[in-house]
Each structure stands twice: as structure tokens, then as C-alpha cells.
């Protein structure tokens, strides 16, 4: 069984700082996604990552997956409150199609 | 593109009655849905996949005959809670993967809230 480690779990910020968060495997994934999820919604998936390196940006958001593709880190610059969340990583997991293992989750939460 | 519905968005339920929800993929087909269980503050936990046409694959710890999967077309899968207690009480997520697409992601639906009294 692949498993993510995602790191902090936990994280509790000002508004304009920047925070990182981590998603770590042992194992290599063909590809990964961040999705985030606020309190009473579903998760909504914000980017995969498929090539080894690569960095992919969405506006303050910055992804970036392990030359190895075993790692990827979301970096956000300058908070603000409505990036209060869940974000999860996930990587295909399994033999069923389509099928993901979830990282434990970190926690976000911007204060004004 | 890649909407995902669900129905009910929350119920309340006596202990010991059924309840039905919904998972329906509104523009595209899912050859294969996925039920998650998520409890606050914490990960999303798969319960079952759900592949048109065929039994569900349950979890390791999930009582298939407590959550009921049927998958009747390439858009809609149900998950049943049968005979509910209030340990069930939980926030059920369904998600699914685009027939046509890479296989590598899953759109998620909005979730239902599910409290059993």
C-alpha cells in the first residue's frame, strides 16, 4: 500500500505570511493532486502534478512535484483568510481505476 | 465540466431507520464512483468503490450489508445506511472518475451530513 505523509497537520497562520506544506512518500507516484476543502462542502481539486520537477503556479499558489516523484510541497505566499481549509494530497493508489490515497490532511487557518 | 452532485446535502434520521443518498455525475459518465466517510477535522477514509454494472469493493473494517452500494447507470451510484445508529452519524462523500479521462483524478461531490438521533 502507497502511503502520503503529509505534513503539518496543524497550521495556524497571520494573514500575509507564507506557509508550505508537504506531502511525502516512500513510494513513487505517476502523478499527484492537491485539493482543498472547506468545512461542510466536498474536496475541490486544485492541480496534479505528473512530471518529475515540475512547478505548477495558480495565482498565490505554488506546487511543485519531487524530482523523484516520490514528494511535492504546496507553497502559499501572502494568506489570507480565504485560504482557510483542508488540503489534501493524493496519489493513485490501488488496482481499482481511478482509485486515490489521501494524505492525513493539514489543517489551514488564516486569521485577519 | 466534472460536476458532481449529491442528494441529500444533510438528513436527520431516528436510529434504526434506513437512509438513501444519492451520487450523480452531471455532465460526464463515471465508470467508477468512490464513497468516503470523513469525521471532523481529519482525511477523507474510503469506504467502497463502485463500478457500474457490478458489486462494490468494500474497505478492509466496512459492513457491506450495513452500507449498500448500487451503481445502476454510469451516472448515478446510491449508498444505503441500513438500520442507522447514531455511531453512523458521520459526513458521507461520494466522488468519481471521468470514463474519458486519465483515471488519475476524482471529482468530488458537496457531501451529505448524516445525524442519526
Known amino acids: 500500500t502507497q502511503l502520503l505523509e503529509q505534513s503539518p497537520q496543524f497550521l495556524s497562520i497571520q494573514e500575509g505570511e507564507n506557509l508550505t506544506v508537504y506531502c511525502n512518500s516512500s513510494s513513487v507516484f505517476s502523478s499527484l493532486q492537491w485539493y482543498r476543502q472547506e468545512p461542510g462542502e466536498g474536496p475541490v481539486l486544485l492541480v496534479t502534478v505528473v512530471t518529475g520537477g515540475e512547478v505548477k503556479k495558480l495565482k498565490r499558489l505554488t506546487f511543485q512535484f519531487g524530482d523523484a516523484r516520490k514528494d511535492s510541497s504546496l507553497h502559499i505566499t501572502a494568506a489570507q483568510p480565504g485560504d482557510t481549509g483542508l488540503y489534501l494530497c493524493a496519489g493513485p493508489g490501488g488496482t481499482s481505476y481511478g482509485k486515490l490515497t489521501f494524505g492525513q490532511g493539514t489543517i489551514l487557518t488564516v486569521h485577519p | 465540466g466534472a460536476v458532481v452532485s449529491q442528494h441529500p446535502s444533510r438528513v436527520i434520521c431516528k436510529s434504526g431507520t434506513s437512509v438513501k443518498i444519492e451520487c450523480r455525475s452531471l455532465?460526464?459518465?463515471?465508470?467508477?464512483m468512490f464513497w468516503y466517510r470523513q469525521f471532523p477535522k481529519q482525511s477523507l477514509m474510503l469506504m467502497a468503490t463502485?463500478?457500474?454494472?457490478?458489486?462494490?469493493?468494500?474497505e478492509q473494517g466496512v459492513e457491506k450489508d450495513k452500507f449498500l452500494i448500487n451503481h445502476a447507470s454510469l451516472t448515478l451510484s446510491t449508498l444505503t445506511v441500513t438500520s442507522a445508529h447514531p455511531e453512523d452519524s458521520s459526513f458521507y462523500i461520494c466522488?468519481?472518475?471521468?470514463?474519458?479521462?486519465?483515471?488519475?483524478?476524482?471529482?468530488f461531490g458537496p457531501g451529505t451530513r448524516l445525524t442519526v438521533t
Open positions: 455532465d460526464f459518465q463515471a465508470t467508477t
Open positions: 466522488s468519481a472518475t471521468p470514463r474519458d479521462g486519465s483515471g488519475d483524478e476524482q471529482y
Open positions: 463502485s463500478n457500474e454494472g457490478s458489486k462494490a469493493t468494500y
